[in-house]
Every structure is written in structure tokens, then in C-alpha cells.
């Protein structure tokens, strides 16, 4: 089945800079890749998206990238600000799975003033 | 809309009691997928549902869990009889038909089995 790893687990970084998280996923049918903010003590909330036929996707300061040759995507989150502080998440899935997402083990994001 | 709501949102019951959790997906959705949340283990597929109908439960962990879809609109997730080890936040998620859509997740019941 498919396996998706999520690094760094952790990342603190000062507000304004930039944050950069990597995924790599091991089955190469998969084709929908979507990215999750949850909040403290909130549910997981899809912010981006990316479909295996684009390489790039922005929505305002964040951005998702594709390597589908390396089977790798990363989430980049510009300008940050305190309220992007959170748990972010991404997942893959193949069109014949139902839809059934694997998630990565998650990394926290601690924006500081 | 008013997104997948669950019931409880949260729960304390004692070893060994019959636990029962409840989601509505959003309506129109045709799966819907139960998910355990630990710190220690991160986000755990339990089962998901297409149309009503069981299409994967190989994430339950034990016979003491168990889930139905009686209806689109209707799912419950039991355990019986429950153990500490089962504490965690219960999400349920639901997607429309079709490729490459992500979940729309309830709020999730925090469970505690004392």
C-alpha cells in the first residue's frame, strides 16, 4: 500500500520567513495530493491541493510543488504569520482507492514573533 | 451546510462499557471514512464506506470495534467493550463522488476510557 513520509516533524520559524515541508509517497499511481492545517484541539482542514497533472499550485502565500519523476511534493508557506502556527498534514491517493487518503505523520509548525 | 457533525464531542466512560459514536456526512457525500488520532500514532484509517457499503475495515484494530452505515445519511462507530488504550479523538471525514477530492472532517469526539 501506499506510504507517505513527512519531514521535519517539527519546524519553528520567526514570523515573515518562509516555511517548507517535504512529503515523499511510495506508490507511483498515486495522483491527489492534498495538504491539512489542524489547529489545536480543531479538526483537519484542507487548505491546497495539487493533481498529479500540474507541478505548481498557489492560493495567495501558500504554494504546493509536484515531483511526480521523484514522487515528492512540499508545501511552502510565505510571510508566515502567528495563525499559520499548527499542525500540518499532507496525504496522497490514487484515483481506484476510493478516494482513501494516506496521511503523513504530521509536521508542527511554530511561528514566533 | 453544516459539514459532517459527530456525536459526542466528547465521552468518558468506564473499562469495559459500550462505546457508541455517531456521524452524519455532509449530505450528497458518498464516502465517508473513520479515522483514530494519536499523538502516538498519528492519523489511523479505521474503515470507510462508498454508498453505504463497507469498502475497506483491515484499520480496525480489535473484534471489539465495529462500524455500520445504514443509511447516506447515518454511521455509527461501536466499541465493546472498551479499554483505556482506545483513547483518542475519533474524526469522521466525507467526499463527493468522484476523482481527486479531499475530506471534509467532522470535529471529532475525544474519547477517554478511564
Known amino acids: 500500500g501506499e506510504n507517505v513520509e513527512q519531514h521535519p516533524s517539527t519546524l519553528s520559524v520567526q514570523e515573515g520567513d518562509s516555511a517548507v515541508i517535504k512529503c515523499t509517497y511510495s506508490?507511483?499511481?498515486?495522483?491527489?495530493f492534498p495538504w491539512y492545517k489542524q489547529e489545536l484541539g480543531k479538526r483537519p482542514q484542507l487548505i491546497i491541493d495539487?493533481?498529479?497533472?500540474?507541478g505548481e499550485k498557489k492560493d495567495q502565500r501558500i504554494a504546493v510543488t509536484l515531483n511526480k519523476t521523484a514522487k515528492h511534493f512540499s508545501l511552502h508557506i510565505t510571510e508566515t504569520q502567528p495563525e499559520d502556527s499548527a499542525v500540518y498534514f499532507c496525504?496522497?491517493?490514487?484515483?481506484?482507492?476510493?478516494?482513501?487518503?494516506?496521511f503523513g505523520a504530521g509536521t508542527q509548525v511554530v511561528v514566533t514573533p | 451546510d453544516a459539514g459532517v457533525i459527530q456525536s459526542p464531542r466528547h465521552e468518558v466512560t468506564e473499562m469495559g462499557q459500550e462505546v457508541t459514536l455517531r456521524c452524519k456526512p455532509i449530505?450528497?457525500?458518498?464516502?465517508l471514512f473513520w479515522y483514530r488520532q494519536t499523538m502516538m500514532r498519528g492519523l489511523e484509517l479505521l474503515i470507510y464506506?462508498?454508498?453505504?457499503?463497507?469498502?475497506?475495515d483491515s484499520g480496525m484494530p480489535e473484534d471489539r470495534f465495529s462500524a455500520k452505515m445504514p443509511n447516506a445519511s447515518f454511521s455509527t462507530l461501536k466499541i465493546q467493550p472498551s479499554e483505556p488504550r482506545d483513547s483518542a479523538v475519533y474524526f469522521c471525514?466525507?467526499?463527493?463522488?468522484?476523482?481527486?477530492?479531499?475530506?471534509?472532517f467532522g470535529s471529532g469526539t475525544r474519547l477517554t476510557v478511564v
Open positions: 496525504a496522497a491517493s490514487r484515483t481506484d482507492s476510493w478516494g482513501k487518503l494516506q
Open positions: 471525514a466525507s467526499r463527493p463522488q468522484g476523482e481527486d477530492y479531499g475530506y471534509t
Open positions: 506508490d507511483s499511481a498515486s495522483n491527489y
Open positions: 495539487i493533481r498529479s497533472n500540474v
Open positions: 449530505s450528497g457525500h458518498n464516502s
Open positions: 464506506f462508498n454508498n453505504n457499503v463497507p469498502i475497506d
